[in-house]
């Protein structure tokens, strides 16, 4: 319902939880990550492989805006990497520059019809450092299931289980806070 009703994509609710909460633990107003997104175009509607992209997304986190701005500025710059806005790939700062982004989102929806979001669809949460074998060392993946979300977190031995736990009730709370009233300040969702 809060999607619908105010024009957000769920994945960019998500997001936006994402990083506001990544630059309240990183002490910084500026935040840059990878967002993996599926690279198959029409074209490859009939070709069997992976076609992942991993796009880079920086984004400044200005905590006096209002929640609806904060999740329309991110689904804005997120709508123009996905769309190709003449952005430097990742492979091309890993290789020019020796930079790799630290940190990753990935939303999957293999489903047609996308339920309403709201405090009661969402499977919280699973993180772990098991078998931690991503190139990131902090990693958000998201599954669409048949009506509800599954978020899973998965970290490197870089971050303590301490700091993961309490990165993922930080989450939790904020996007709570968010489905409740958009129209607060993005630095009120945490209290």
Do not use: H
Request: hydrophobic residues 40%.
């Amino acid at each position: 319902v809060f999607c619908d009703v105010n024009g957000f994509s769920v994945s960019n609710v998500f997001l936006s939880v994402y990083v506001f909460v990544i630059s309240k633990f990183s002490l910084n107003d500026k935040v840059l990550l990878s967002l993996l997104v599926s690279g198959k175009t029409p074209r490859f509607s009939d070709s069997v492989g992976m076609f992942a992209n991993t796009l880079p997304f920086a984004i400044p986190v200005d905590n006096s805006i209002l929640v609806s701005d904060f999740i329309g500025t991110i689904q804005s710059i997120s709508s123009k990497i996905v769309s190709g806005g003449g952005l430097y790939s990742v492979w091309d700062l890993k290789n020019d520059y020796g930079y790799q982004t630290p940190i990753a989102y990935n939303y999957r929806d293999s489903q047609l019809n996308l339920p309403k979001l709201n405090n009661d669809i969402l499977d919280f949460m699973d993180f772990t450092d098991d078998n931690f074998n991503y190139s990131f060392d902090l990693i958000l993946n998201i599954d669409r299931l048949e009506e509800e979300y599954s978020l899973e977190f998965k970290y490197s031995n870089k971050y303590s289980d301490e700091l993961m736990n309490n990165f993922v009730k930080t989450y939790e709370i904020v996007l709570k806070e968010i489905l409740k009233n958009k129209n607060q300040k993005i630095e009120a969702t945490v209290k």
